[in-house]
């Protein structure tokens, strides 16, 4: 198992998967300060879904990619992408933002799964054909495993990339994932025939 690494944390109500951009607005002095130190040493930190007072126990590595703007108050638009996800261990202190020893987090070794991923692949394009009324093939990682390459191009709620951030084999993401992209297009058609019939108050069955 890999060595833990002290590494600077970014707890927020959201969820970063490996690959995945997003943008951030870093407004705060201690999470200035964390983009400060990163960007110097050139050193990753951790983004961790924090509700409330809990906080997740697998996060994810990331890097500050790009500024995109910086305000005269000292307020920084970026863009951060994930790297791999990494549990979080025991608190450090001497540093004005949050800070803990993290380990890296590796995947179980498996078999192949191609029936899996060309069920995804096929899942996603239907997603997207429900989603935007065009077919968008999937991104063909080179870095990162499908599962997170798909879902980091989806819009989805903390809780289920939460869930992939947390297993340890592809195979189950994959499934995670057919489920998720399942149940969303399904939804859509369902919100659009209601949408289609409302006018002659017909119903939709769920």
């Given at each position: 198992?890999?060595?833990?690494?002290?590494?600077?944390?970014?707890?927020?109500?959201?969820?970063?998967?490996?690959?995945?951009?997003?943008?951030?607005?870093?407004?705060?002095?201690?999470?200035?300060?964390?983009?400060?130190?990163?960007?110097?040493?050139?050193?990753?930190?951790?983004?961790?879904?924090?509700?409330?007072?809990?906080?997740?126990?697998?996060?994810?590595?990331?890097?500050?990619?790009?500024?995109?703007?910086?305000?005269?108050?000292?307020?920084?638009?970026?863009?951060?992408?994930?790297?791999?996800?990494?549990?979080?261990?025991?608190?450090?202190?001497?540093?004005?933002?949050?800070?803990?020893?993290?380990?890296?987090?590796?995947?179980?070794?498996?078999?192949?799964?191609?029936?899996?991923?060309?069920?995804?692949?096929?899942?996603?394009?239907?997603?997207?054909?429900?989603?935007?009324?065009?077919?968008?093939?999937?991104?063909?990682?080179?870095?990162?495993?499908?599962?997170?390459?798909?879902?980091?191009?989806?819009?989805?709620?903390?809780?289920?990339?939460?869930?992939?951030?947390?297993?340890?084999r592809e195979s189950d993401r994959l499934?995670?994932?057919?489920?998720?992209?399942?149940?969303?297009?399904?939804?859509?058609?369902?919100?659009?025939?209601?949408?289609?019939?409302?006018?002659?108050?017909?119903?939709?069955?769920?």
């Amino acid at each position: 198992m890999p060595e833990p690494i002290e590494m600077g944390l970014f707890p927020l109500d959201m969820v970063l998967l490996p690959g995945e951009p997003a943008p951030m607005h870093l407004f705060e002095p201690r999470y200035r300060q964390l983009f400060a130190d990163c960007s110097l040493e050139d050193r990753p930190f951790v983004l961790v879904r924090q509700e409330e007072d809990r906080q997740a126990k697998v996060g994810c590595s990331a890097r500050f990619e790009s500024v995109e703007k910086r305000f005269e108050d000292g307020r920084l638009a970026v863009i951060v992408r994930g790297l791999e996800p990494v549990a979080i261990g025991d608190e450090t202190d001497g540093n004005l933002y949050f800070s803990a020893n993290v380990t890296p987090l590796e995947d179980e070794v498996e078999a192949e799964h191609q029936d899996l991923l060309e069920q995804a692949a096929a899942a996603y394009r239907q997603f997207a054909e429900d989603a935007i009324g065009e077919i968008r093939e999937p991104p063909q990682p080179e870095t990162v495993a499908s599962s997170y390459a798909m879902a980091g191009t989806i819009d989805l709620a903390p809780e289920p990339k939460q869930e992939l951030l947390e297993m340890r084999r592809e195979s189950d993401r994959l499934k995670k994932l057919i489920e998720i992209l399942s149940g969303a297009g399904e939804s859509m058609k369902r919100a659009r025939v209601a949408s289609e019939r409302a006018p002659t108050n017909g119903k939709v069955s769920h």
